[in-house]
C-alpha cells in the first residue's frame, strides 16, 4: 500500500461549560453546548475515523495496530500516545488536576495526562487557574474542609497565541471566554477539586475526587514555563518556532503566507501530526500521492514513510505540529 497523510473526522462532545462558536468550523448541528473536538484520539472513549483516500472509514487504532511502524512508530504507549482536542469554554470548568503514568495505570488502569493549551482566543483580561500555594497535603484538605479552595488557587492572565504547558499533578482549570487546541497524553483521567458549587436542577453537584486529588497534586512551585519556545525560520512569508519541547511531545507552529514550506519529520521513525488552526493550503507528499486540502479545523497523521513534505498556500494558513 501507498500510504499517505490521514485526514480525521472531529469527534464532538457535550459539555455543560461548552459553547457554540466552533460548531461552525466544525459542520456541528447539535443544538447542546459543545466543549470540546476530539481531532486525534485512539482513545477508547472517542476513537478518530479517517475521512480521506484508501483507509476512509479506518479508526485510528485500526491503523496503529495494523501497520505500527507506519502510524504508531516508537510510542511510549501501546497505543496512539498523544490526543489532540479543540476546546471552547463559555462557562468556568471545575479545577482539576490529572495523575502522572505511575499513578494513573497503578489506580485507574489508564496513562496519566501532561498537557498544553495553545490559546486561540481568549475574553479580554481572560484568566486561567494555573498552580496553587498548598504548602503540603494537610493545608490543601484543611482548605478543602473549610470551603477555602478559593482563596489557595493561581490565576494567570492569558492571551491569543499563548502556549501554557501543564505537566501532571498541576491544579488548573480553563475559565470562561477561552478557546484552545489541546495536545495531551492519551488519558481521560481527570479528579475534580472544586466545581464552584454548582448543583443541577436537582440539587447535586458533580462528583469530586478530593482524596485521589490529594494524592497526585504536586505541592512545589508548579507554574514555572518552560523555556524552550525560539524561532526556527523567520522570513517574511515563513514563521516557524518552536513552542513547546517535553518528554510526551514538541509543540511547534507554523505561519505561512503565500508561500510554500518544506518540511521533513519531526522525528525520524515517528509520524506527524499536523493540526490547522487557521486559514487554508495543501499538503504535497510526492508525486504519487493526491495532493490534499488543508482548512481551518482539520488533523492529519503524516506517516513514517512520508521523510519529506511541503505544505503550500495562496493566502495565509497557522499550523501546530507535534510528535513525540
Same mark, same amino acid.
Given at each position: ?8 473526522? &472531529? ?5 455543560? #461549560? $461548552? ?18 473536538? #476530539? ?72 496513562? $496519566?495526562?501532561?498537557? &498544553? #493549551? ?77 466545581? #464552584? ?16 486529588? &490529594? ?18 525560520? &523567520? ?45 487554508? $493550503? ?43
Amino acid at each position: 500500500m501507498l500510504f499517505y497523510p490521514v485526514k480525521f473526522a &472531529a469527534i464532538p462532545k457535550e459539555r455543560i #461549560w $461548552g459553547g457554540n462558536k466552533l460548531k461552525a468550523l466544525f459542520k456541528e448541528k447539535s443544538e447542546e453546548p459543545i466543549g470540546e473536538y #476530539w481531532v486525534l484520539s485512539g482513545h477508547p472513549n472517542g476513537t478518530s475515523i479517517v475521512v480521506n483516500g484508501e483507509l476512509k472509514g479506518k479508526s485510528l487504532v485500526d491503523l496503529t495496530k495494523q501497520y505500527p511502524e507506519v502510524f504508531l512508530g516508537n510510542s511510549p504507549q501501546d497505543r496512539f500516545p498523544l490526543l489532540i482536542k479543540f476546546i471552547e469554554a463559555n462557562d468556568d470548568l471545575s479545577v482539576q488536576v490529572h495523575p502522572d503514568d505511575n499513578y494513573a495505570l497503578k489506580v485507574e488502569g489508564d496513562y $496519566g495526562k501532561t498537557e &498544553a #493549551w495553545y490559546i486561540l482566543g481568549a475574553k479580554e483580561n481572560g484568566q486561567v487557574i494555573f498552580g496553587h500555594h498548598f504548602k503540603n497535603k494537610e493545608e490543601y484538605k484543611s482548605a478543602i474542609e473549610n470551603k477555602q479552595i478559593k482563596d489557595f488557587l493561581n490565576y494567570q492572565k492569558i492571551e491569543e497565541d499563548q502556549l501554557l504547558y501543564i505537566p501532571s499533578g498541576t491544579i488548573h482549570a480553563l475559565l470562561s471566554g477561552t478557546i484552545l487546541i489541546e495536545v495531551q497524553q492519551t488519558s481521560d483521567i481527570t479528579y475534580r477539586v472544586y466545581d #464552584w458549587d454548582r448543583v443541577d436542577k436537582n440539587g447535586k453537584g458533580r462528583e469530586l475526587h478530593i482524596e485521589k486529588a &490529594a494524592d497526585v497534586i504536586n505541592y512545589t512551585d508548579q507554574t514555572t514555563q518552560d523555556e524552550t519556545r525560539h524561532s526556527i525560520v &523567520a522570513t517574511d512569508s515563513i514563521s516557524h518556532e518552536q513552542l513547546v519541547k517535553s518528554d510526551y511531545f514538541v509543540i511547534e507552529k507554523i505561519i505561512l503566507e503565500n508561500t510554500a514550506y518544506q518540511l521533513q519529520l519531526g522525528k525520524e521513525g515517528n509520524p506527524d501530526v499536523l493540526i490547522i488552526a487557521e486559514g487554508e $493550503g495543501t499538503l504535497i507528499a510526492g508525486q504519487e500521492i493526491e495532493t490534499i486540502a488543508l482548512q481551518a479545523g482539520d488533523t492529519l497523521l503524516v506517516p513514517t514513510t512520508i521523510k519529506n513534505y511541503e505544505i503550500q498556500t495562496k493566502s495565509k494558513i497557522k499550523i501546530l505540529r507535534t510528535y513525540y
